[in-house]
């Protein structure tokens, strides 16, 4: 079936490094992919979207590629902030009776020190 | 101000008891979810709705169970049956339900001791 691997965390990270988490899928048809965040104690929030092959997402700093040939997309920031310390999921939409439905990996919690 | 309103954001519970979280949303969209989150596990989809008065069980609804008798409102009730109450819950949106994106509520989290 469809799913989503995410690189298992926790990353710690110090400020102003650079940020990759690996996520990868596996889907029939042409999924969209996306990665949300979520901040300590909330719900999720989008952070960035690519609907089809060769799409890059980009959002406050991060982006990610939607590969076809790797079933990738990790998500990248140059230089992170204290502040992007949270939950990172990466998922994928899958068609299923006329409706799109998502599919979430696990989540990357990220942690950033000054 | 448009959003998705999930209270209260933490309930406690004795076993045994049933109880309903609430989720509304003001943002006219069609179709509304919910997941349960555990530590490590992601999110795993309880029961959804696309349309008012119909709704489909997700991956794990087995102790659960959901109304949709208006569209702005889709409240879950986590019954007795239910061994591993304890966890966070999110209410999602879907503008209708090809879209692609989700939006969701600050979540409620309810303890069961």
């Known amino acids: 079936g469809d799913s989503v691997t995410q690189m298992e965390g926790p990353v710690t990270l110090s400020e102003e490094a650079f940020l990759t988490i690996n996520c990868t899928y596996t889907?029939?048809?042409?999924?969209?992919l996306f990665w949300y965040v979520q901040y300590p104690g909330e719900g999720l929030q989008l952070l960035l979207k690519a609907t089809k092959a060769d799409d890059k997402g980009s959002n406050k700093g991060f982006e990610a590629t939607y590969r076809k040939e790797t079933t990738s997309f990790h998500l990248e920031k140059g230089s992170v902030q204290v502040s992007d310390s949270a939950v990172y999921f990466c998922a994928l939409s899958v068609s299923q009776g006329g409706s799109e439905k998502l599919v979430f990996g696990k989540g990357t919690k990220l942690t950033v020190n000054p | 101000d448009g959003g998705i309103t999930q209270s209260p954001k933490y309930l406690f519970r004795k076993e045994g008891q049933n109880v309903t979280l609430s989720c509304e949303q003001n943002?006219?969209?069609?179709?509304m979810y919910w997941y349960r989150q555990d530590p490590g596990q992601g999110l795993r989809l309880i029961y959804y709705s696309q349309i008012v008065n119909d709704f489909q069980k997700g991956d794990i609804a087995e102790g659960y169970s959901v109304s949709r008798e208006k569209k702005e409102s889709f409240p879950l009730t986590v019954t007795s049956a239910q061994k591993n109450p304890t966890a966070f819950y999110l209410c999602a949106t879907q503008p209708t339900v090809s879209s692609y994106e989700q939006y969701f509520g600050p979540g409620t989290r309810l303890t069961v001791t």
């Open positions: 943002l006219n969209h069609d179709a």
């Open positions: 889907a029939t048809g042409y999924p969209s």
